[in-house]
Structure formats: C-alpha cells, structure tokens
C-alpha cells in the first residue's frame, strides 16, 4: 500500500518510552533513549535468535 500524499503520516513513536520520536535521534526522542536502547542490545536483553555458540564453534572444528 502506498503513502497517499494527501494524508500526513502518523507519527513515529519512540520504541524505547512512547514519546514522538524527534529528527535529531531517530528512531528515539531523544540521545537517552537511544543510549537506553543501546544499554539493552550490550547487556543482552534484546537478542536475534539463532544457532547456540557452541554448535558454530563444533562446525568450524570438523571443517
């Protein structure tokens, strides 16, 4: 579906707090939010699924 030109598109939420996101930080609000978010990917909280470490390393050692 493409943007209709005549109809502004909602706004952009913050994914960290709800606010409006701002141009200057985009996606976030603001520089806090983006380091709050960034603190949660560093400290594990957020993740992408995948393969255990472990099964990578055994497939580099039979190669």
Known sequence: M????????????????????????????????AQVDLGRWLGGTYAIPGEPEDAMNRDDETA
């Not at 030109?5 to 606010?19: H, I």
């Open 2 to 33: 493409a943007h209709d030109p005549r109809r502004p598109r909602p706004a952009s939420r913050c994914p960290v707090c709800g606010r409006a996101a701002s141009a200057e930080a985009r996606p976030f609000c603001s520089p806090r939010c």
